[in-house]
C-alpha cells in the first residue's frame, strides 16, 4: 500500500490472511513535491525522487515476496500538469501503475479507515460526524451521519501549501498572525459549505495533528485520542511571537517542522471555536490505513461504497439543492420497482439497480440553476460534485442517466455521450429509458402513484397502477416512453385499477 504525498512516498508491505492484517514494514521516503502545486510542474529533482522512492519500495517488497502493489497519489500529484510523465516512468522503472485519486476518493479512504478504527476501539460515533484530514497540499473534509458517508469535499488548505504561500514572511512576526487570518477564512469556508445541522463530533487527523497530540498530550498513546481546543489556543498564542528557531526549539524539531504545526493548530482552534466542538477526537490513521481497509473480507475495493452510503450522498444533493425529497423518493421508488420487474428485459444486476435509483433521486437538482434546461443543469452538478464511492465511469452514467429524464433521447451529436464506453451507453439507454417512465407516472408531484405493476404482454409493457383516472399519466407516458420503445421493442400502456 503506497500513498504518494507532498512531502513523502509511504508504503505499508502487509501481509494478509483473512481478516488478519500484519504490518511488515512502514517505509516512509522523503521526497518533495511542493513543485506540483507551486509552480504547476513537477521538476526533475522531485520526479527522480519519487522514482527512487517507488524502486525501493519495490526491492523490498519482493524481498518479502509481495507481488499485489496498490499506489496512490494526491493534491500535489493531481494539480501537476507532468505528472502524466511520472506515473508513466514509474510504470516502467518500478513497475507499478500509480492511482491518482480525487478528493472523494480520499475521503472514503478515511473513512474507510476510521470505521475499522473505531470498531477496533468498540466505540460508536453517533450524531453527525465531520472528519478533516489536514494534509501537506489539501485538506479533505467528510460529513458523516448516522455512520454514513453522505458529503466530501477537498479544500485547497494544507500545512505545506500555506509554508510556501507565506514563506516570506517566515521570520517575522507576521508569518503567525497571517496563517492564523487565512486559517480563520478557510474554518469559515469549510463550515459554511456543509449541509445544516450541528456538528456532534470534530475528528481531525493528519501528520502536522498527530503531531500536536504528541507534543501537547506526551502521555496520549491510543487509538483515538482527544485534544482540547483550549490547550490548543495556548499553544498557538505561545508560538506566535516567537522566532523560528525558538518554535523549533520549543517544538524539538526543525524549522520546517515547527512551521508546519501552526497551520494545524490554528485551523483546530477556529473550527472549534465556529463550530462550538469542545473537543477534537485525533484517530491514529493514515490514507494507508484505508488502502487497508479495501482489503478486508467483505470489503467491495476502490471507489465503491455500498447502496446505502451512495444513496444518502444522492439525498445530500437533493438537500443541497433544494429538492423535493418526498418527489425524489417516490420517483426512485417507481424507478426500481419498474426495475426489478423487467429484469428479465434488461439482464441489469444490483449495481446497476443502484445507479438507477441514485440517478432517480437527483435526477431534478439542476431546477436550482434553471428549471427550463433542468436535465442539462442536473448533469453539470452531478459531474462536477464531488460524490465518494462512485467510479469516474459511475459518476457519468449516473450524470448521463440524469441529463436524459427528459427532452431527448441521445443523440449522434452529444458528444459527452458518444464519449462513454459502449456498455455505458447501453447502460445509461437502459436505465434513463426506466427512469423516464418513473417521471412520467407523478406529473402532478404528489406522489398519487406509489405502487406499480409492470407486465409485458406480447409487444407491450403494461403498467398496472391501483388508481382509476390515469388519463393524466396516459398523456405524460405517452409523450415519454419513446426512448423505451426504442431502446426495448416494446410499447407502453398504463392500464387503470378497474381496468379499460
Known amino acids: 500500500m503506497v500513498d504518494c504525498g507532498t512531502s513523502s512516498v509511504r508504503a505499508f508491505l502487509t501481509e494478509i490472511r483473512g481478516a488478519e492484517q500484519r504490518i511488515l514494514e512502514d517505509l516512509v521516503y522523503p521526497v518533495d513535491l511542493t513543485p506540483g502545486f507551486t509552480g504547476g510542474k513537477l521538476d526533475r529533482a522531485a520526479m527522480d525522487g519519487v522514482v527512487q522512492a517507488f524502486t525501493g519500495i519495490r526491492s523490498a517488497a519482493e524481498s518479502y515476496g509481495i507481488v499485489d502493489i496498490r499506489a496512490v497519489a494526491t493534491s500535489a500529484m493531481r494539480e501537476?500538469?507532468?505528472?502524466?510523465?511520472?506515473?508513466?516512468?514509474?510504470?516502467?522503472?518500478?513497475?507499478?501503475?500509480?492511482?491518482?485519486?480525487?478528493?472523494?476518493?480520499?475521503?472514503?479512504?478515511?473513512?474507510?479507515?476510521?470505521?475499522?478504527?473505531?470498531?477496533?476501539?468498540?466505540?460508536?460515533?453517533?450524531?453527525?460526524?465531520?472528519?478533516?484530514?489536514?494534509?501537506?497540499?489539501?485538506?479533505?473534509?467528510?460529513?458523516?451521519?448516522?455512520?454514513?458517508?453522505?458529503?466530501?469535499?477537498?479544500?485547497?488548505?494544507?500545512?505545506?501549501?500555506?509554508?510556501?504561500?507565506?514563506?516570506?514572511?517566515?521570520?517575522?512576526?507576521?508569518?503567525?498572525?497571517?496563517?492564523?487570518?487565512?486559517?480563520?477564512?478557510?474554518?469559515?469556508?469549510?463550515?459554511?459549505?456543509?449541509?445544516?445541522?450541528?456538528?456532534?463530533?470534530?475528528?481531525?487527523?493528519g501528520g502536522e495533528v498527530r503531531r500536536l497530540v504528541t507534543l501537547l498530550t506526551p502521555q496520549s498513546l491510543g487509538l483515538l485520542e482527544s485534544l482540547d481546543p483550549v490547550v490548543v489556543t495556548q499553544w498557538f498564542e505561545r508560538m506566535q511571537p516567537m522566532t523560528p528557531q525558538q518554535r523549533a526549539d520549543a517544538c524539538g524539531t526543525d524549522l520546517f517542522g515547527a512551521a508546519r504545526l501552526l497551520p494545524a493548530a490554528t485551523l483546530i482552534r477556529h473550527l472549534c471555536a465556529i463550530s462550538g466542538a469542545d473537543r477534537v477526537l485525533v484517530p491514529q490513521l493514515t490514507l494507508r490505513d484505508g488502502l487497508l481497509a479495501d482489503l478486508l473480507p467483505g470489503a467491495h475495493g476502490p471507489h465503491y461504497l455500498d447502496s446505502q452510503h451512495l444513496l444518502a450522498e444522492a439525498r445530500q444533493l437533493v438537500t443541497r439543492y433544494g429538492g423535493n425529497h418526498d418527489y425524489a423518493d417516490n420517483t426512485a421508488s417507481l424507478a426500481v420497482q419498474i426495475f426489478d420487474q423487467t429484469r428479465n428485459l434488461h439482464g441489469l444486476g444490483e449495481r446497476d439497480r443502484t445507479l438507477l435509483e441514485f440517478s432517480a433521486l437527483v435526477h431534478d437538482i439542476g431546477a436550482y440553476i434553471n428549471v427550463r434546461e433542468r436535465h442539462k443543469h442536473s448533469m453539470y452538478i452531478i459531474l462536477a460534485a464531488d460524490i465518494a464511492g462512485l467510479t469516474g465511469d459511475e459518476q457519468r452514467i449516473v450524470a448521463h442517466i440524469a441529463r436524459y429524464h427528459r427532452r431527448s433521447a441521445p443523440q449522434a451529436h452529444h458528444r459527452d455521450f458518444q464519449a462513454l464506453h459502449r456498455r455505458s451507453r447501453v447502460l445509461v439507454s437502459y436505465l434513463a429509458s426506466i427512469l423516464r417512465l418513473a417521471y412520467g407516472l407523478d406529473v402532478e408531484r404528489t406522489q398519487r402513484i406509489k405502487k406499480i405493476r409492470c407486465e409485458v404482454s406480447r409487444d407491450h409493457l403494461l403498467l398496472h397502477v391501483d388508481r382509476r383516472q390515469v388519463a393524466l399519466e396516459r398523456w405524460s407516458i405517452d409523450g415519454k416512453k419513446g426512448m423505451f420503445v426504442e431502446t426495448f421493442g416494446l410499447n407502453v400502456k398504463v392500464i387503470p385499477r378497474e381496468g379499460e
Open 80 to 205: 501537476a500538469a507532468n505528472s502524466d510523465v511520472l506515473i508513466e516512468s514509474l510504470r516502467q522503472k518500478a513497475r507499478i501503475e500509480v492511482e491518482i485519486i480525487d478528493g472523494s476518493e480520499a475521503a472514503r479512504l478515511y473513512f474507510e479507515a476510521l470505521r475499522v478504527l473505531l470498531a477496533r476501539c468498540g466505540k460508536r460515533l453517533s450524531g453527525n460526524t465531520l472528519m478533516i484530514d489536514v494534509g501537506g497540499g489539501s485538506t479533505c473534509v467528510s460529513l458523516i451521519r448516522q455512520g454514513k458517508l453522505v458529503h466530501s469535499v477537498d479544500e485547497h488548505y494544507g500545512t505545506i501549501r500555506l509554508y510556501e504561500q507565506f514563506r516570506e514572511l517566515k521570520d517575522s512576526t507576521d508569518f503567525a498572525v497571517t496563517i492564523d487570518r487565512y486559517a480563520l477564512g478557510a474554518a469559515h469556508m469549510l463550515l459554511g459549505r456543509l449541509p445544516e445541522g450541528s456538528v456532534k463530533h470534530l475528528v481531525v487527523t
